[in-house]
């Protein structure tokens, strides 16, 4: 299975201020179809996961636009520009190229400073 | 659309329980459909899947005990679950991707949790 890796696991962040969460996949995630499935997740404590990324950087309906997806190959990173209190939860990358199974990386836990 | 999952509980080591999803403004039969669970502070795992043509796949983890199935009439999902574990104690939840399955679940429950313990 492939292993997704995130970084950082914990990361404090100031009110405003910029974050970037890093996802690395044991293997290439570049389908046959020539669409890369990297997917991020967001988890608000006490819910349930939402999708806010799919295949690398189209933001799903309702995502505010300051997430942002990149990256290719085995590399991804979420970025989001200006932090904000309802940014706070755990961050997950998962891959779809692979399936099954899906496979998630452990998790990021955004938090405010 | 809604998904509201029930059905988890307290349960011993080597027993079995039956999960349940209510799937509510949609059809259901339309959907690919997927259980994923969270360990008690843990990350996400996916545990199975089941096509619109009733096609399974199971996690490794869950192989050989666990079994999607879904009722069309009763706009339903299910996981039945045997042989029980420790390890199997965590929130379950529905989901599916209203778009390509590839791009992962767009649309979430809130979750049931199975807890087994003696």
């Known amino acids: 299975d492939v292993v997704m890796t995130q970084s950082p696991l914990s990361l404090p962040v100031t009110l405003g201020q910029p974050a970037s969460i890093s996802c690395r996949s044991s293997?290439?995630?570049?389908?046959?179809?020539?669409?890369?499935?990297l997917n991020w997740f967001q988890q608000r404590p006490g819910q349930s996961p939402r999708r806010l990324i799919y295949?690398?950087?189209n933001r799903d309906s309702g995502v505010p636009d300051r997430f942002s997806g990149s990256g290719s190959g085995t590399d991804f990173t979420l970025k989001i520009s200006r932090v904000e209190a309802e940014d706070v939860g755990v961050y997950y990358c998962?891959?779809?190229?692979?399936?099954?199974?899906?496979?998630f990386g452990q998790g990021t836990r955004l938090e405010i400073k | 659309v809604q998904l509201a999952e029930s059905g988890g509980t307290l349960v011993q080591p080597g027993g079995s329980l039956r999960l349940s999803c209510a799937a509510s403004?949609?059809?259901?039969?339309?959907?690919?459909m997927n259980w994923v669970r969270q360990a008690p502070g843990k990350g996400l795992e996916w545990v199975s899947y089941?096509?619109?043509?009733?096609?399974?796949v199971y996690a490794d983890s869950v192989k050989g005990r666990f079994t999607i199935s879904r009722d069309n009439a009763k706009n339903s999902l299910y996981l039945q679950m045997n042989s029980l574990r420790d390890e199997d104690t965590a929130v379950y939840y529905c989901?599916?991707?209203?778009?390509?399955?590839?791009?992962?679940?767009?649309?979430w429950g809130q979750g049931t949790t199975v807890t087994v313990s003696s």
């Open positions: 989901a599916f991707a209203v778009g390509a399955i590839r791009n992962g679940m767009d649309v």
């Open positions: 403004g949609f059809t259901l039969s339309s959907y690919d």
């Open positions: 089941i096509n619109t043509r009733n096609i399974t």
């Open positions: 293997q290439g995630l570049v389908y046959s179809d020539g669409k890369t499935y």
């Open positions: 295949q690398v950087s």
């Open positions: 998962m891959q779809g190229t692979h399936w099954p199974p899906y496979t």
